[in-house]
């Protein structure tokens, strides 16, 4: 099977989740782009900063928000290497980001094409164009090995 290489978003995406692992977060990544150029970047960090929130989307949404001077990310893309929960799917939906790819799913957690589905909510202000796949097999093996270890 010929193996393509990764988008660079998403090969960022990945470094970034192997940051994670590295500090003893669960390895997720997230790299935010407008216009082709990477404006934020971020891993997972709610042990490290004592904050639930501080998944690796969020993070980035903060950071590319204030690069931006704005709450609006218009225009932008999330490059995540896990199928974002409802938590972070909310603020993407908010952040009103144009594209979300994601490397790995998330049967469990995931609510994007799992769980709650939150873009396909009525109630869902807005709607980001939505691709899966690209990295799926690093990111799942990034994130089993992390797991296997604490075990």
Known sequence: MTR??????????????????EAGEVPVGAVILRDGVVIASAHNAPR???????????LAIRAAAAALGSERLEG???WV??????MCAGAIAHARLARVYY????PKGGA????ARVFEQEQCLHRPEVYSGMGEA???ELLRGFFRERR
């Open 112 to 115: 994007v094409e799992h769980g």
């Open 48 to 58: 490290t900063l004592c904050d639930p929130t501080a998944h690796a989307e969020v």
């Open 138 to 140: 690093e990111a799942a």
């Open 4 to 21: 393509w290489p990764l988008p660079p978003p998403m090969a960022q995406a990945l470094a970034q989740a192997r940051l994670a692992a």
């Open 103 to 106: 490397a790995a799913p998330d």
């Open 81 to 86: 290497s896990l199928e974002p929960c409802a």
């Open 76 to 78: 932008c893309e999330l």
